[in-house]
């Protein structure tokens, strides 16, 4: 199992992760933290086993994963910023087909700003926001941003999920996690809230199918009329073991 540090650097043990992180964003390595629970699940609790445990029956299939990228940086339009994806895992199922996944760690951070207020801070001439925006909602939802009947909607579950079809366009699966750590700094409130808003995202998709506790929707392939699906999951994770709940 490869794990690459994004852009390069390679991960081989827990004090790896934590000085190539620190050394590009040192302020939100913290103990008990989003960025230091996903590295001490991955490198210190068997985390890529039990994730691929947990999403194999989402699939149908068992998975066995043969790369990562901790903070990967995805590309999902025209525009210059990428979608930064936590971890991104690309393997194989036993029956051979490709599967890739990107992960979103939280304790109890919030999904960041709704699509309302990205859209409100968009207004000034020459902003690409309002048309980024636009293209997601096209992409992830088949409808303008007008027609989106929930604009407490998250932004950043919106580019998450059009990131995971083109992290890897070709795969044959593509899943939307979210780790969710349960630990001694975790406020039940706010973690409370968080899964309210993931569900309040699934619910906003016009055709999905629910199984094993995740949803499948369409989402279309950038630059072309084509949708594959994307399952969205949420996983808790406390004592370094994994549920669907």
């Given at each position: ?54 999403i194999s029956p989402i699939i149908g299939e068992k998975i066995a994963f043969d790369h990562a990228i901790v903070e990967h940086v995805i590309s999902f339009d025209e525009y210059q910023r990428g979608s930064h994806r ?37 207004s000034k001439d020459g902003s690409k926001q309002r048309p980024r925006l636009e293209g997601l909602c096209q992409r992830v939802l088949h409808r303008s941003y007008g027609n989106v009947g929930n604009k407490e909607l ?92």
């Open positions: 199992m490869k794990i690459q540090f994004y852009p390069h650097g390679e991960i081989t043990t827990f004090e790896d992760w934590k000085k190539l992180f620190t050394q590009k964003d040192a302020k939100n390595w913290k103990e008990g933290r989003s960025a230091w629970s996903l590295a001490n699940f991955i490198m210190r609790q068997d985390g890529v086993e039990k994730l691929a445990q947990a936590d971890l991104s895992l690309t393997g194989t199922t036993s029956s051979g087909k490709t599967v890739f996944v990107t992960v979103e760690a939280k304790v109890d951070e919030p999904f960041d700003i709704t699509i309302r207020e990205y859209y409100a801070s968009g998250r932004y950043q579950l919106l580019h998450a999920t059009a990131a995971t079809v083109d992290g890897a366009p070709e795969a044959d699966y593509h899943l939307m996690v979210v780790l969710a750590f349960e630990n001694g700094q975790s406020d039940p409130v706010k973690m409370a809230a968080n899964k309210e808003n993931f569900l309040q995202f699934l619910a906003e998709f016009p055709a999905k199918m629910e199984k094993n506790n995740a949803v499948t929707a369409d989402v279309q392939l950038r630059g072309s009329d084509k949708t594959v699906p994307v399952a969205l999951v949420y996983l808790k994770v406390k004592d370094g073991e994994v549920n669907l709940k």
